[in-house]
């Protein structure tokens, strides 16, 4: 092994590195601006404070796009569940062709460009005069990102030994009890990683909220979006950062249960 | 003593929760269920393909409008007529849009390839669990942040107080300011779409078999050799795939355009909301969505069938 790792490519180490500063350090500094003295965010920072977070705290207007947020992903997660399980279940049992077409189907929301997506649920919305409810924001973010839903039940599925049903129908169990009882609680991981993942990726969804919700009824990404066409504030940084502390948080939940690990590293 | 029995098998007098199962039992085993039953698959299913339906809908709709003709002024829909189509493509705005779009699609996703490699490799082949754990966080968390979160890192990082500026100051050279350019889109752009090449690679990254290159070592191949002519080409089909996914999301972005590009810089996904929700120019609007729909999918077509090209003329 040792071997094979000093063959390998070796401007490796520098393109990692490279790739590991694009991706972190934008999202590290968001950190470092939210703790930033003064209203200008400047590099090194003059001062440590707390301020913006209790600024950020105290402002009735945040906490009202951030219920917002919290009310459209929870939408798009009971959509999410109650239309992506069934289907994740079922796929299996068609032929791989079906199964593939349907697949692709049901990905639409991925595969499709995201602001395509926006304007179309726009048009569609309009037309049966639905706009400017945050439920349909919520059910768009839901459609959108159903295969976040799919992806990790369909590879939960997968790792389930196939035996296992048969082994408690000869103990006697209903197919009833052996979904509940046996592929219900291995599903369970895939589940929880699913609902997470698409409980993020809506919560922190700026394009279909900034075509799809009015001034009223702005989610919290576009809140903050306002704010950066004003001026960008310690004060953003500080909203950002809840963003940042969630987006941790639930992918170190989602490592604990091993959901996203097996699934990338699987051989 | 013994009291009835009902569908499980169970006494009863059970709790609800068992009661509960028995009734999902009875209900298997009713009549209608078991009539049924060849058709559970397509039940599960419907309602995901009905959902996603409502999308098709929705893109529908886009198009019936952009196939009309609009009247600005009175803010009416006329005939059925292609006009949109061919004032959008006529705008000059719309050719400068469409070139800046595609070619920040190709080099962005070319960029995000090029750094997926080597990162999918490390990925892959560490066998420490705690560099693996922290690369994968590294990886998913902006991913996961958002637009905004994200584009406001680049912000801060590329504005004139930034570490960016202070750093290469203090090594006596003046960075230019990157905010409102190509260059900060790209870097945008590239971070939002790397995720999605690493997970593409990665499982062929997992396949591979390090003997090969053990093979090409000791037949005298230098490590250079040994990547392009053994790794690479194991990877090749991986990498169109992730290249294909990479062209279709860093084509249809849009807030690294219109955050970091300072509205200046726009990709059609910019034009498109500019025609809908600025101008209020729906037809045109839909007549921008089709054309970007479009141009993904030929896009990610063209690239996969290159793909599979080489594939085919090197069995040959």
New interface residues.
Partial sequence: ?K???????????I??A???V?????????VV?SFTKGI?????PHGLTFHWYLAVVRNAATWHALLNSVHVALVAVV?GI???L??A???P??RPRRRLL?LL??S??L???????A???????S?IGVLSHLTVVG?AL???N?PFMLWPIISALEDQDPELPAAAATL?A????QF?FIRLPLMASGIVTGAV?MF??S?????VSE?LTTVNDQTL?VF??SG?RAN?SPS??AA?AF??IL??L???LV?RIGG??RF???? | MHSARV???RPADVGVGWRL?DG??SL?RSRIAVRTRRF???F??A???V??G??????G??VW?SLHTYDSFLGTTGAFSGTEYSQVVSSPLFTVDLVRTLAMGILTALIAV??????S??L??T?RRAV??T????????Y??????????????L?P???L??IFGKLGIQFPLLIGTLWAIG?GT??VV?PAAV?IL??SV??LD?EL??A??TLGAR??R??MLV?LPQLRVACFGALAACW?LG??D??DPQ?LGEGVKDYL?NF??DR??EIGD?PQ??AT?LI??VL?TCGVAAILALGRLRVRRRAL
């Fill in positions: 092994m071997r094979v790792r000093r063959l390998s490519f070796p401007a490796r180490p393109l990692t490279f790739a590991v694009l991706l972190a350090l934008p999202t590290s500094f968001v601006a200008e965010i400047v590099f090194p959509i109650a239309v992506g069934p289907a279940l079922a796929l049992s068609f349907l189907l049901l639409l929301g595969s499709t460009p995201v602001i395509v997506s304007f179309s649920f726009f048009s569609l919305f037309k059910l839901g459609i959108v159903l006697g209903d197919p009833v009890e509940l993942f993020v990726v919560i922190t969804d700026f394009v075509v990404p903050i979006y950066l960008i953003l940084g950002s963003f940042i987006a941790t639930v992918f170190i490592l996203v690990e990338l590293i699987r051989r | 569908a499980g098998g199962v999902l039992i298997r559970g698959p397509v599960l299913v309602p995901g393909i959902l996603v409502a999308l098709a809908v929705g893109i709709t886009l409008t090029g750094l997926a490699i080597p990162f490799l490390v892959g082949r066998r693996r754990l690369l994968m966080t590294i990886l998913f968390v902006p996961l942040t958002g637009d905004i979160t994200r584009t406001f890192g680049w912000l801060t990082v504005s107080n930034g570490p500026v202070w870097l590239v971070q790397l997970i990665l499982p997992l396949r390090p290159e053990v090409a070592a490590r250079y040994t990547f790794t279709a084509v249809g849009f807030a955050i996904a498109l909301q809908y929700l729906a609007g839909g969505a970007m729909l993904v």
